[in-house]
């Protein structure tokens, strides 16, 4: 069975310090990869996504990128984190080619504290 | 305007009572629709899709109206596992991958 790893589950940073989220997938090849974030009391926003190794396409300007080095493995960063980049990050996959009612799985979230 | 809006709630109902959700989306070219539920300060888990006939499962259904890019979740016979946020999803991406937009929730309390 397939299964999305998320950490860590929690993290309080200070503004101007650097960030790294790391999402793994098992089970599965050549998943689509996303990074959303939930910020309090909003809706999820899709930040990223990712359909290869490689292939990163971002959907807002912001203070992140991301990178796929590997073919199961999502990486979110930043160079200095701002106070608005608190949230809920949430790494996601889907099947390639499941069609349009492909279901999307979600990991635990990381909660990130900019202070 | 939002792509996708809901109303926040929260409904507070008791056991056993039927509830609706609604939801509208702004683009018309999406092509398939779900809902999530995402318990406190949890994942997202999808509950259903919703197709264009109508879809039930056990004592939740689902409508969608096209015409009205409107869409609905009713829930019968609500438990206290219920609780949760219900979560509009709209997919605007194509057949190789899922572009979520996603509401900001409506939030159910289903009380004793």
């Known amino acids: 069975s397939q299964t999305i790893h998320q950490w860590p589950a929690t993290l309080v940073q200070p503004v101007g310090s650097p960030l790294s989220l790391e999402c793994t997938v098992e089970?599965?090849?050549?998943?689509?990869l996303y990074w959303y974030r939930q910020a309090a009391g909003r809706g999820l926003q899709l930040l990223f996504y990712?359909?290869?190794?490689?292939?990163i396409s971002s959907e807002v300007p912001q203070n992140l990128s991301a990178s796929r080095p590997q073919d199961r493995q999502f990486i979110l960063s930043s160079k200095k984190l701002l106070l608005s980049d608190s949230g809920f990050y949430l790494c996601?996959?889907?099947?390639?080619?499941?069609?349009?009612?492909?279901?999307?799985?979600f990991g635990q979230g990381t909660r990130l504290t900019v202070v | 305007r939002k792509e996708v809006e809901q109303d926040p709630g929260p409904f507070n109902v008791p056991e056993g009572a039927t509830v609706a959700f609604n939801c509208t989306y702004s683009?018309?070219?999406?092509?398939?629709f779900f809902w999530y539920r995402q318990d406190c300060r949890k994942e997202p888990k999808l509950l259903m899709s919703?197709?264009?006939s109508g879809n039930e499962d056990g004592r939740f259904t689902a409508q969608l109206n096209r015409a009205s890019q409107y869409i609905s979740l009713l829930i019968r016979d609500s438990k206290l596992s219920d609780s949760a946020t219900y979560l509009c999803?709209?997919?605007?991406?194509?057949?190789?991958?899922?572009?979520?937009?996603f509401g900001t929730g409506t939030r159910l309390l289903v009380s004793p």
């Open positions: 683009n018309s070219a999406s092509q398939s």
């Open positions: 919703v197709y264009s």
């Open positions: 990712s359909v290869g190794i490689g292939q």
């Open positions: 999803v709209v997919n605007e991406g194509d057949t190789g991958f899922q572009k979520l937009v």
């Open positions: 089970g599965t090849s050549n998943p689509n």
């Open positions: 996601a996959w889907s099947s390639t080619g499941g069609g349009m009612n492909t279901e999307a799985f």
